[in-house]
């Protein structure tokens, strides 16, 4: 079963910044680059890397899009030192968010935003055992802030739901582990002070904060949902998708601002593919479409259309 990935919307710096967490951390590489040509922000690089062993994807296609720490990424070290180490490199350049140091939650922890504005949060965790070492975590804040308990417990009905029938149940559960009290405001008692849930076996952290943000979430990360079927293409777009302005591209927002790709697992080959003109007719075909249609995709990769003329 193909996990969620992970995807980061880049202005010009895609592959630099995939070659430079993969420099980072263990057991990390990057697998492919394919440039997408005459697309509406010109060429694209779009890069597939491994962190941790875990997928990532990441685009360069421009400035529309700026990373903050509405979603962040949580990486879980063996030891102290591995902390200190990875927030050696990863620091320079960027914003501190907290201070590397002792909290009651960890004797070793930070929070930094790297050289590109992607953050981090970097954690000993003390001996518990690491099945996952990197977990997107999402920060419901603003409009959407006291609804991490309402939006984990629907993104895993969503899955649980789906068209995978028994592997999406198998693979879903959510877990509120800490709640906020009386006396901390200005967040509300009773809201999410973290939780984990898991989605077809990717582990994600969330936690609401009422405090005074000057960001949301946005496309910079949007979260990748692997599809072998129209059939579960149709289900997720039809559970997921509320904001109809945003559709485009396999893209969409679901009800909490959140953007998540609904992609064919088959589009993967495809656009990997080293046939120059099978790339630029999937290209042509994608673009004009707001939910993927895998049998116009195939017909484009195949030429099919263009036989027909």
């Known amino acids: 079963m193909q996990k969620i990935t992970p995807h980061l919307w880049f202005d010009k710096e895609a592959r630099e910044a995939a070659e430079f967490y993969a420099s980072l951390f263990p057991n990390s590489k990057v697998t492919n680059v394919t440039t997408l040509h005459n697309t509406p922000s010109g060429d694209c690089d779009v890069v597939s890397f491994e962190l941790a062993g875990q997928p990532f994807m990441a685009i360069s296609a421009g400035p529309l899009f700026k990373f903050n720490p509405s979603v962040s990424f949580h990486f879980k070290c063996k030891t102290k030192e591995e902390v200190d180490a990875i927030w050696a490199k990863l620091s320079p350049g960027g914003k501190v968010l907290m201070p590397l140091n002792a909290y009651p939650f960890s004797e070793r922890y930070g929070w ?49 739901d789906s068209p995978a029938g028994a592997k999406a149940a198998a693979g879903t559960k959510a877990d509120i582990l800490a709640r906020y009290g009386k006396g901390e405001e200005p967040d509300r008692e ?120």
């Not at 590109?116 to 804040?141: C, D, H, N, R």
């Open 112 to 160: 930094v935003e790297d050289r590109y504005g992607l953050s981090w949060q970097l954690i000993y965790a003390g001996g518990s055992e690491i099945p996952q070492k990197i977990t997107p975590v999402l920060m419901f804040v603003g409009r959407v802030c006291g609804k991490t308990e309402e939006a984990i417990n629907f993104y895993a009905s969503v899955f649980k």
């Open 190 to 309: 009773g809201t999410v002070r973290y939780a984990h849930f898991t989605l077809l076996g990717q582990e994600f952290g969330a936690m609401d904060s009422a405090r005074e943000h000057k960001f949301a979430f946005n496309e910079a990360i949007s979260f990748i949902v692997p599809c072998d079927t129209q059939e579960e293409i149709d289900y997720y777009w039809g559970k997921l998708s509320a904001d109809p302005k945003a559709e485009q591209c396999g893209w969409l927002k679901d009800a909490y601002g959140l953007s998540w790709q609904i992609a064919p697992t088959v589009m993967n080959e495809m656009l990997q593919d080293k046939d120059k003109k099978k790339i630029a007719r999937v290209t042509e075909a994608f673009l004009k479409m707001k939910k993927f249609d895998i049998a116009k995709l195939k017909e484009a990769y195949e030429g099919a259309t263009e036989s027909a003329a």
